[in-house]
C-alpha cells in the first residue's frame, strides 16, 4: 500500500485545514489509518486514527474537540479535517496504515505503511 498525504500548509491561529491521505494498491479497508506529527525536534506523536470498516474515529486528548477524522472507502482516502488550529499544532503530518491492537493504536512501530508527511504551520 502506498501512502500519500497533502493538503498542509500555512494557517493563521484558531483557522482550519483539512489533511488528506491517498492509498494505491492492497486492500485499503484491511487497514487502520492513523495520523501521526512530529515538529523538529521532537518525538512522533499519534494525532488519531480512524477504523478499518465501520470508521469509528479515535484521537488523542491533545485534538480531541477539535480535529476530526473520516474515511471514504470507495476512494482510498482519509481525511482530517483540523479546527481551531494552535500554534503547538505545527508539525510535519503522516499517514500510517496498519492492523494495531485496540490498546497499541499510538504505537507508530505498529503501522507498516507510511505517506510521505505534509508541512502543517500555524502562525500569524
Known amino acids: 500500500v502506498q501512502l500519500q498525504a497533502s493538503g498542509g500548509g500555512l494557517v493563521q491561529p484558531g483557522g482550519s485545514l483539512t489533511l488528506s491521505c491517498a492509498a494505491s494498491?492492497?486492500?485499503?479497508?484491511?487497514?487502520?489509518i492513523s495520523w501521526f506529527r512530529q515538529d523538529s525536534g521532537k518525538e512522533r506523536e499519534f494525532v488519531g486514527g480512524?477504523?478499518?470498516?465501520?470508521?469509528?474515529?479515535y484521537y488523542a486528548a491533545s485534538v480531541e474537540g477539535r480535529f476530526t477524522i473520516s474515511r471514504d472507502n470507495a476512494k482510498n482516502t482519509v481525511a482530517l479535517q483540523m479546527n481551531s488550529l494552535k500554534s503547538e499544532d505545527t508539525a510535519i503530518y503522516y499517514c500510517?496504515?496498519?492492523?494495531?491492537?485496540?490498546?497499541?493504536?499510538?504505537?507508530?512501530?505498529?503501522?507498516?505503511?507510511w505517506g510521505q508527511g505534509t508541512q502543517v504551520t500555524v502562525s500569524s
Open positions: 500510517a496504515a496498519g492492523r494495531p491492537a485496540l490498546g497499541s493504536r499510538q504505537n507508530s512501530g505498529l503501522y507498516y505503511y
Open positions: 494498491g492492497g486492500t485499503f479497508s484491511d487497514y487502520a
Open positions: 480512524i477504523r478499518r470498516s465501520w470508521g469509528k474515529a
